[in-house]
């Protein structure tokens, strides 16, 4: 048996680890990491925010990124179902698609550089204490599976992506799965595919086909397109028996966007399939130990936050740690890297869930009153706490949410029909509905200086009367001070606590 003692041992090199190992050598502290995999290695994951970009530029790699000739990437284009829809939103910072396996090799030999000391080995256990404060592990050297070598450390950082190793060891919490589990994405990379004309040629292309059914478009060099097809578990099995067979389907059926840009197109690595990959793992942070990275969450990867998530999560995690070793203090201050680490999260997981419920209404926020905000959240800026954007967002889900208490039927779809359409209409501020044994009372409350109902609101009402008739439906529009008073059962939308 070996023995070796470092301030920190880090489990995993990819953008995680390593990025965290890097900002720890910053702080002077001595760090282990450790790696299971030789790379290069393939791995998902290769289109960067905005603010994977400022990270990578404040490690001082962007001479590096532009040697390796990684894709500058413009922004991110959606294709809406059918291609009857589209909308563009730019990153306006510095950012790239990259080759994973070049790219995580690039991370590692910045923690390297700096001093971190790597070790190829599979860590196998965690050691801890009597009272169960974590004091290091143990790994099997790759050149040397006869050995175990115990690493003694102030902290270990769990970097081992989609493996949780400290959630397997019991230490974090059990893998929950979240909303976005029960999907499979298959990939591969392709030449000779159609790209985005003129100066969003490098742009990431996301061809939206049905609720959760999906596919990606990643320039990842002057010939190679990443391409990869996301399907619910359910939709996978009857479009083949294997990956293969599957993303020949997803060319051919998803979108007639992939179908006619992928006509031509050759393919260049078998396809890989990863499933269930949304989970979250809870608690993360401990006495001596914390997660970075994928190793405790991973949500529909439809933004592209990964690779910027484990980044920005590392530098957070390196300040943490330095300042816990300092003071000794590290369950409180874990405690708040953890607090930090979820809040950011849940901006990002109610972006993908209202962009999933209301893809016709993102796209309209993309351009509306809140597109500066929109464009920040797809930069990877969540981790600011709830901005308006956000705030808008939840009050929708929330309002959705209790449409489903409406029953079934004219009430329900007449709500539905108000809930999809409601940032359409200027000046209204609510719109509450009453349902009774003679029928439906929907009443929009207009904001205090425009009592008047705009043309589009208009419009929409005569719609809703002539689809649902007079004798069931009454249509008002009331004050704030008006609708105070009123005793309205159902809130469709409720935007009077947001101005
Ligand atoms: P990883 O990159 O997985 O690194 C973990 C490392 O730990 C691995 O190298 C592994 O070998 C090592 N390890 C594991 N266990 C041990 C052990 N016991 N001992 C030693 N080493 C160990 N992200 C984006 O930013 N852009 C995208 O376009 C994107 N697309 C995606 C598409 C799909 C379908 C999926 C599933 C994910 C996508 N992601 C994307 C997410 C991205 O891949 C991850 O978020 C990112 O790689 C997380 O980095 P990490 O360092 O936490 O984990």
Known sequence: MQRASFDVVVVGAGPAGAVTAAFLRDKGLSVLLLERERFPRFHVGESLTGTA????????????????????????????????SEFYVPVLRPTWQVRRAEFDDVLLDVAKSRGAVYRLGSVKRVLSDDDGRVRGVAYVPRDDESQLVEV??????????????????????????????????????????????????????????????????????????????VLPTTTYKRHGATPQEVMDWGLAQ????????????TQMEPVR???????????????????????????????????SFAMTEAKVAADAIAEAIEHGDDVERFARYEAWSTSGHEVAFDLIRYFWKFPGFFAFMTRGKHAHDVIRLLAGDCFDGEIEATRAMRESLRDAASLEAIPDGPARKIAERVHERYDFFQGVEAALLDVDDDGVRLSFVMSDDDGDMSDSLRD???????????????????????AAASSERHRIFDRRNLR
């Not at 049905?210 to 097809?229: N, Q």
């Not at 998803?254 to 197109?265: F, G, I, S, V």
């Not at 009402?461 to 008006?482: C, H, K, Q």
Request: glycine fraction near 10%; charge should be negative; include cysteine.
């Open 152 to 229: 003694d450390a102030k902290v270990v950082v769990d970097a081992s992506g989609q493996h949780a190793f400290l959630s397997t060891q019991g230490i974090a919490g059990h893998r929950q799965v979240e909303a976005f589990n029960r999907q499979i994405a298959v990939f591969s990379h392709y030449e000779g595919v159609e790209r985005e004309p003129s100066d969003n040629g490098s742009a990431t292309v996301i061809l939206y086909g049905d609720t959760l059914h999906w596919a990606w478009m990643i320039p990842i060099s002057s010939t190679t397109v990443s391409i990869g097809v």
């Open 460 to 482: 929409f009402e005569a719609a809703l009367m002539e689809d649902f008739g007079p004798n069931r439906l009454a249509i008002e529009s009331v004050t704030r001070d008006a």
């Open 273 to 307: 399939a990863n499933r269930n990959y949304s989970y979250k793992v809870e608690p993360f942070a401990g006495p001596g130990w914390l997660c970075v990275g994928d190793s405790h969450r991973f949500s529909d990867p439809i933004f592209s936050f990964g690779v």
């Open 53 to 84: 970009g400022d990270l990578l530029t404040s490690l001082g790699l962007d001479d590096t990124m532009e040697a390796l000739d990684f894709v500058p990437k413009p922004g991110v284009k959606v294709y809406g179902r059918g291609a009857k």
């Open 254 to 265: 998803l979108h007639p966007e992939l179908t006619r840009r992928t006509k031509d197109a």
